[in-house]
């Protein structure tokens, strides 16, 4: 049977029209803001609070991954599938792809194989616009930034040594990290050192993730730091009146994207910040959403459970009051290879005793998400390079530490697939109620937080910071920021900050370069090791692979 590849499959589905999906979820058609017949903007209004604490929330995370990825989007798709064929109304609740991804390393992202969201061109590109809102958000702030440096009305006397804030661009481009501006005389700024983020590293993507309604978020812009005088005062958005232009700009962004899997069953897309520098999942806004329109919702958080679903249980529920009820952690034999020693070459090699020793670190997750109190699921995402032995020591290994793990077939079969899955999760979800809880409070002080994380989560022994960090320490504590969540920006291939530490590493330190402030997204981040908020392509990016034609059919999107 020749291979068919993700876009192909999704370019032979035939769409429903959105009013069909919204008609699922009970909404109206007049209540639907269409843009063309298959993705429609939902209003906030449809948002209903005490649904959203009466339905049940989903989470699904993974093992830390292989370069790859080890296929959450898939499964989460492929989840939702599963629970509405076992007679579950549900949603996937997901974020919206990145083009740095995209054209860089790892290709779309909406799923894959028979488990994907579509119109899948369309959110693997321009989507909705809701990135290129975000990022004319941004940049309209750096040119009134700018702008005002060299007015002589209502000058901010801004030290230009001090921004912090800087443009963004939805690409990975490295030679944008450090750039020089305001060059060419005296009519065209002043210069000065300034740089670009990627656009889901930007904090204008983590505010609108974190708003609760409109006029919450501009509130939020107007809360963001950008710098300070030349008389030591800090400077916020809202002093260059910046907030309701942004928010205009914004005013469409807000509003969660609805549309469909392979099998016609309700997606809300929405946000996108990355979770190895962002908070990695989507918005409050979407996710209340999902919950106030169906009895589950399947929803997903970035990389390993370090990081996306650290952040999406500390920062995102704490703050929004939700409350978890079931963590399905994606495993690969694939990736517990990696994390038994195996080399790049045999991933795809079967060996017992890599996989063996790689449980080490997918049993560490397990450890990690029941400090939540939640209890996990583990979905095995089958691979064909899989062998039975391997399957079944994972199944074994799990159920001695009271875990269903059940093997996925999301990708090839669908929601036939992942009936067991979906089983097992109803099970915990209904057997098994417990109420989340955070491991760390916001009212903690900074450092004590950056530890709990570290140590908790990591299994780091201790955390050390430079000297510069010392300083980012002490002016958040001048600023009065003390009671920010904490936005760890990590390595997503390791527990610690050393990238080449794979499986489950003991007896390490991490080290805290500096410490970012996101005041409108209410959040500090601190920067472990050498990580960068704007990625570079790889030597060989996904775009050379992709063509289209004539007819305007894309190939090699995936």
């Not at 970012?516 to 704007?534: N, T």
Request: some cysteine; charged content about 25%; proline content about 4%.
């Amino acid at each position: 049977m020749p291979h068919v590849s993700d876009i192909e499959i999704a370019q032979q589905k035939q769409l429903v029209h959105i009013r069909d999906i919204a008609a699922k979820l009970n909404i109206p058609e007049d209540d639907l803001e269409m843009y063309g017949k298959h993705k429609a903007k939902l209003p906030l209004r449809l948002i209903d609070e005490e649904k959203v604490k009466q339905n049940n929330l989903v989470l699904v995370t993974a093992l830390t991954p292989t370069p790859a990825g080890e296929g959450k989007t898939t499964v989460s798709i492929g989840l939702t599938e599963g629970l509405n064929k076992i007679g579950k109304q549900a949603t996937v609740v997901l974020r919206e792809p990145s083009l740095g991804p995209v054209f860089g390393i790892k290709g779309g992202a909406a799923g894959g194989g028979y488990s994907q969201v579509v119109p899948m061109e369309d959110i693997n590109l321009h989507f909705t616009g809701d990135f290129n809102a975000i990022e004319k958000a941004n940049n309209l702030l750096s040119a009134l930034i700018d702008n005002n440096l060299q007015s002589r009305v209502n000058n901010l006397n801004i030290d230009p040594r001090t921004i912090l804030w800087k443009r963004v661009i939805d690409m990975n481009d490295r030679s944008l990290r450090n750039i020089t501006i305001g060059l060419g005389g005296t009519g065209n700024g002043i210069p000065r050192e300034d740089g670009f983020n990627i656009t889901p590293a930007s904090e204008v993507m983590a505010i609108l993730c974190m708003a609760t309604d409109f006029d919450n978020l501009k509130e939020r812009l107007g809360n963001i730091f950008i710098g300070f005088t030349f008389d030591r005062k800090p400077v916020f958005a809202r002093d260059l009146k910046a907030e309701n232009a942004m928010a205009i700009l914004l005013k469409d962004a807000i509003k969660p994207n609805l549309v469909q899997t392979l099998e016609e069953n309700p997606a809300i897309i929405h946000g996108g910040p990355f979770a190895n520098i962002a908070q990695g999942t989507n918005s409050i806004i979407a996710t209340k959403m999902g919950l106030s329109l169906s009895d589950y919702v399947v929803t997903e958080a970035g990389f390993g459970a370090d990081l996306g679903a650290e952040k999406f249980l500390n920062i995102k529920s704490q703050y929004a009051k939700l409350n978890p009820k079931c963590v399905v952690l994606v495993a690969t034999i694939r990736a517990l290879r990696h994390h038994g020693g195996s080399p790049k070459e045999e991933y795809n090699t079967s060996n017992l005793n890599y996989v063996k020793e790689g449980f080490k670190n997918l049993e560490k997750h397990i450890e990690n998400i029941r400090k939540f109190n939640i209890e996990p699921v583990v979905a095995i995402n089958n691979f064909t390079s899989d062998t039975y032995e391997e399957i079944k020591f994972v199944e074994k290994r799990c159920s001695e530490l009271g875990v269903h793990a059940v093997v996925s077939e999301g990708w090839a079969k669908g929601g036939e697939g992942t009936r067991n899955l979906a089983t097992a999760v109803v099970d915990v979800v209904e057997n098994k109620a417990t109420q989340y809880k955070p491991i760390y409070t916001w009212d903690m002080p900074i450092k004590d937080k950056i530890a709990k994380i570290a140590k908790e989560i990591y299994g780091a022994k201790g955390v050390e910071y430079d000297n510069k960090a010392k300083l980012n320490l002490k002016r958040i504590d001048r600023l009065g920021f003390n009671d920010f969540a904490v936005c760890m920006a990590k390595t997503q291939k390791s527990f610690s900050d050393n990238d080449k530490l794979i499986g489950r590493p003991e007896d390490f330190i991490v080290t805290v370069r500096e410490i970012e402030i996101a005041a409108g997204a209410q959040f500090v981040i601190p920067i472990l090791g050498k990580m960068m908020r704007m990625p570079g392509l790889p030597s060989k990016p996904a775009s050379e692979n992709m063509t289209i034609d004539n007819n305007g059919k894309i190939k090699g999107l995936s």
